[in-house]
């Protein structure tokens, strides 16, 4: 069944602006990742969080993990019209180390 | 220089076909995967293999059947296709077994059953 769920649905921002979504999910886990994917492509993936962190940087990238809340949250600072893409969170659950379960995406749009 | 393909990109078909989805990666990885992502973009993992050998074999109908020749390609067959098979298709490799590794997809196979 489907672990992580991002919320919003549906993301419109104007170029610039900071855009966040969140991830929540259910049972405890070892790992969160997220992935961007462009339309019409594959996943990418773009940070691994785990789960004795609270938060991690990469670019203009900030993902926090609260454990105790089950949830995650994407900063995307100062976006580009690029960063138009669907983002997925993906929990490695600590039941089942093999394997990474996703979320139906946030669809986020940049206004240029 | 692509790191993970699959072929085709496109497959239309009959319902009641069957049909092959082929996937290479040249990235060195021991681990493969493939996914079924539906109209919602909900991507659910069907099988995986490590080097070879089937570690994730999720709840799915028997007709679809991967096979792994060597540890750098994951071909998937499905048989008797049907209209619920209509869905994105995709392909990824991680280093190693282990959810912490970093997964690297394909470009998806949009399979559409007529």
């Known amino acids: 069944s489907q672990q992580g769920e991002e919320d919003p649905q549906a993301l419109s921002i104007q170029e610039g602006e900071n855009a966040t979504m969140n991830c929540s999910y259910k049972?405890?886990?070892?790992?969160l990742q997220w992935y961007r994917q462009n339309s019409g492509r594959g996943l990418v993936h773009l940070i691994l969080?785990?789960?004795?962190?609270r938060e991690k940087h990469s670019g203009r990238l900030r993902v926090t993990l609260d454990t105790s809340k089950k949830s995650s949250s994407l900063l995307i600072t100062a976006s580009r019209a690029a960063d138009t893409a669907s983002y997925f969170c993906?929990?490695?659950?600590?039941?089942?180390?093999?394997?990474?379960?996703f979320g139906a995406g946030t669809t986020v749009t940049v206004r240029a | 220089d692509t790191a993970v393909s699959q072929t085709p990109k496109y497959l239309v078909t009959q319902m009641g076909n069957d049909k092959s989805i082929k996937c290479e990666q040249n990235?060195?990885?021991?681990?493969m995967y493939w996914y079924k992502q539906d109209s919602k973009k909900f991507l659910k993992i069907m099988f995986s293999?490590?080097?070879?050998?089937?570690?994730i074999n999720e709840t799915v109908p028997n007709r679809f059947s991967p096979k792994s020749p060597d540890k750098a390609h994951l071909n998937l067959h499905i048989n008797s296709l049907e209209l619920g098979d209509s869905a994105v298709y995709f392909c990824?490799?991680?280093?190693?077994?282990?959810?912490?590794?970093?997964?690297?997809f394909g470009d998806g196979t949009r399979l559409s059953i007529l």
């Open positions: 990824a490799s991680s280093p190693g077994t282990g959810s912490h590794q970093p997964q690297h």
């Open positions: 993906a929990t490695g659950p600590s039941s089942n180390d093999y394997k990474l379960s």
């Open positions: 293999y490590n080097n070879k050998e089937l570690i």
């Open positions: 990235l060195g990885h021991d681990t």
């Open positions: 049972t405890s886990i070892n790992n």
């Open positions: 969080i785990r789960s004795n962190e």
